[in-house]
Each structure stands twice: as C-alpha cells, then as structure tokens.
C-alpha cells in the first residue's frame, strides 16, 4: 500500500468532517486512518459535530487520543452526569432552564480536552467550521477567533441547544447550510476527503414516528437533498459515508456501539487513499 510516509512527492490531502451528532464519533475511524497512513492533512472544515472532531485532529490530538478521550467522557454515563452536575445552575434565574435553552459554548468547555486551544491561530493544522445566520438565512465559514464560539455555533442544533451569537450575528447549527464542507478544501489540497454522517431516517415503515423523530428525520432529509447537489455540482475526490443511521442525534452515550459498528470506515479510508494515490502516480 502506498502512503505519504513512504513517498515523500505523495499528493496533499484535506478533510471535510460533516454534521450528524452522535454518528460523527464516526470521524474518529477516519483521523485514526490517517494516523496510520502517515497524512497530515493541509485544511481541514468541519460542520457541527464534524466541526468538534476536526477541531481535535487540528490541535494535534491522534486519532486514537480522541477515541479513548471520547469512551472516557461521554460514553461512560457517570461521567456525563459528573460534567453535567458540573454545569448546574449557579443563579436561581437558570433553574427552570428547558430543552432548546442549553449553553453548548459552556457544555462544550465542560467536555472538550484541555489540549483545544481557545484560539484557531494557535491550532496545528487550519481549519474551518461553518455556522448558519439564522436571521441572514446564509453560511458562514468561521476560521480566526475564538475557538469555543466558533464551535458551539456549528453545532447548535436547533430545538436543544441555544443559538450562539458572533459579530452581532446570531448563528446556528452549520449542518443546516452545509452538512459536509468539502468544497471550500477543493482548492487547498490535491485530495479532498468528505465523510458524511447524517444518515437517513430508520425504523418501522408501518410506524408514525414521534414528534422529536419526525423534527431530525426530516432534518436528515434536507441535509441529504443539499449533499446530493453539492456533490453533482463539485465531487470531492473521495466521499464516504458509513451506515450509522440506526443512531440519533444525542446518542452520545452508545459512542463504543457507535464506534463499532462503523469499524469498517478505516479500511475504507485506506483504501480510497491508497487508490488515489495510486491512480496519480500512474497518470502522472
């Protein structure tokens, strides 16, 4: 197999990490192949939960660093309890606090490794996330400031988390524009990587799904429909997507299950590199 650590003239590589919750503890296969092909990549963007992941790679952190950080926090229920207890309410005022009002800049500051930096400038490798403007009905592609901010505004999913406000601008969830990143990498390396997490609604056709069901599968549906334009109108040269739909959105807590049964995307990240590579070298 061929690798960038065996050919010093291999080909630039970037990532574009998508949106998808707890599905995108997929990522963690992905930066673990990666690590073991030798690659750094020159960019990485990100959305939402792949905005968090990739935030981690762009610190330094190996893929194998993030695996064991992440079975040791949210999947293990009693230390999310311990961190959430950590967040409780310090003003009477924030008692009655309901889905839809959580601070995920303070959540997120609770959960994160304290290798993140507060800063993107002083991360190792430049990245990108993206947000919505919720009142401005466009993107924004977030890469200088404040860390922290920048990455609760990319995953502030609607309905659970509370918007984040940046530069008077009030921001949500950057799955909602762009689920996976990859064009704004297209011009920053010789191969662009997109991985896509958001699924597609599962169960029981014979089923009514539940309100809260209905509100992310629906959500899934769209961001699906923008990934189908994205990619008939610029393909990255390699898109995954591995078959981690039976997962919700908040399903944290299942991140060992999660991370099984997505096994199969590191070989397939290999792979795909390997043959990009390998297809290069041959036309070139």
């Not at 011009?187 to 029981?204: N, S, Y």
């Amino acid at each position: 197999m061929l690798t960038a650590a065996q050919d010093n003239s291999s080909p630039t590589v970037a990532v574009a990490f998508g949106g998808g919750g707890a599905r995108g503890l997929a990522h963690i296969h992905v930066i673990e192949a990666l690590d073991e092909l030798g690659i750094k990549p020159v960019a990485i963007t990100g959305s939402s939960i792949g905005a968090i992941m990739g935030a981690g790679m762009a610190a330094g952190m190996s893929g194998a660093e993030i695996r064991d950080f992440a079975l040791s926090t949210v999947g293990r229920p009693r230390e999310v309890m311990n961190r959430i207890w950590s967040l409780r309410p310090t003003r009477f005022s924030e008692v009655g606090l309901r889905i839809g009002q959580y601070n995920l800049e303070r959540i997120l500051k609770a959960f994160m490794p304290e290798v993140l930096p507060a800063d993107f400038a002083d991360l190792a490798i430049p990245l990108h996330v993206t947000a919505t403007d919720y009142y401005g009905s466009t993107e924004h592609l977030i890469g200088e400031g404040d860390l922290f901010q920048a990455l609760a505004a990319s995953a502030a999913i609607p309905a659970i988390f509370m918007p984040v406000r940046i530069n008077g601008r009030v921001m949500i969830d950057g799955g909602i524009f762009n689920p996976v990143p990859f064009e704004y990498l297209l011009d920053k390396a010789d191969i662009v990587i997109g991985i896509d997490v958001v699924g597609w609604p599962t169960g029981d056709p014979e089923t009514i799904p539940s309100r809260i069901d209905s509100l992310f599968g629906s959500s899934q549906l769209m961001m699906q429909s923008i990934i189908a334009m994205k990619i008939k109108a610029h393909r990255p040269h390699i898109f995954l997507a591995p078959e981690v739909g039976r997962f919700k959105v908040l399903d944290f807590m299942k991140a060992a299950e999660v991370l099984e049964i997505s096994a199969a995307l590191k070989d397939d990240v290999k792979r795909a590199v390997d043959a990009e590579i390998s297809r290069r070298l041959t036309s070139g």
